[in-house]
């Protein structure tokens, strides 16, 4: 049985401006294992939000192949990707006008196979998962606070029950206490419900909390895919500045202190 989830193979984005091209990705090589938590770390510009955005079929690439869950990561249509794949973006993109349970149905509403009896019932058990009570369900969402925002949006992401979820900057905008409380539910539920996690994040705490593997993106390419504790060890200045510099000690005694990260 084929573990991959994600199989990504010489892939190369370049962007075009007039007569000027910039190449984000060259020959680029990632598989991801069924089950994982696989976290993407790089500098600005190496193209991390732009691989998630590829992996869910929004964007496509310059060349080269995207798999997932079996298929052309290219012929991911938006009712295929919403039942096949669940994306939590950065700022939540919840619908405005839509309350927190119409928010969290929508893409059930959108396949309308469902009475709306279901799909309330649906929706809730969701809201319920993500530790929001139900008079949440009502409230709209310039009512929520920035954490409340996001466990919405997971909510939403989760609601066709996907194997695979992105997460681009699950925990940016949040205060530490919220940050940490998000981790937790998201490693409960990656527990519970067996998903496959491909995150994007430059916070070191939430990176070493959750991790299974991290790819570090530099050099227009993936330079090491490996656990945490090998990654921090790999001889790259990237790597050496992002996680061994001042802002890095802190998350470094998170790895010291969670075996589970090794």
């Not at 869910?56 to 290219?74: C, D, F, M, Q, Y």
């Not at 949440?136 to 989760?158: E, F, H, I, T």
Request: charged letters at 20%; a neutral charge; glycine letters at 6%.
């Amino acid at each position: 049985m084929n573990t991959d989830i994600v199989d990504i193979k010489k892939l190369w984005t370049v962007f075009k401006n007039g007569d000027r091209e910039s190449v984000i990705h060259k020959n680029l090589d990632l598989r991801i294992h069924r089950g994982e938590v696989m976290s993407l770390v790089g500098g600005s510009g190496t193209g991390k939000t732009v691989l998630l955005r590829q992996i869910l079929g929004l964007e496509h690439p310059t060349r080269g192949n995207i798999t997932v869950l079996g298929k052309p990561a290219s012929e991911l249509s938006t009712r295929g990707a919403a039942s096949r794949v669940g994306m939590l973006f950065q700022q939540g993109a919840l619908f405005s006008a839509f309350t927190v349970l119409e928010n969290i149905a929508f893409p059930l509403r959108e396949l309308k196979v469902l009475s709306h009896a279901q799909i309330r019932e649906a929706a809730m058990v969701k809201l319920q998962m993500v530790g929001l009570s139900p008079d949440a369900a009502d409230k709209m969402p310039s009512d929520l606070s920035g954490g409340m925002v996001k466990r919405v949006a997971l909510a939403r992401a989760l609601i066709m029950d996907p194997p695979l979820l992105l997460l681009d900057e699950p925990t940016a905008g949040l205060d530490p206490e919220s940050s940490d409380s998000f981790c937790t539910l998201l490693r409960s539920l990656h527990r519970d419900m067996a998903f496959t996690v491909v995150m994007v994040t430059h916070d070191l705490d939430t990176l070493f909390e959750l991790s299974t593997r991290i790819a570090v993106l530099a050099d227009q390419r993936v330079i090491i895919n490996d656990t945490p504790r090998q990654v921090v060890a790999f001889p790259h200045p990237f790597v050496h500045e992002f996680f061994l510099g001042p802002r890095g000690q802190r998350a470094m005694e998170l790895l010291r202190e969670y075996p589970f990260t090794v």
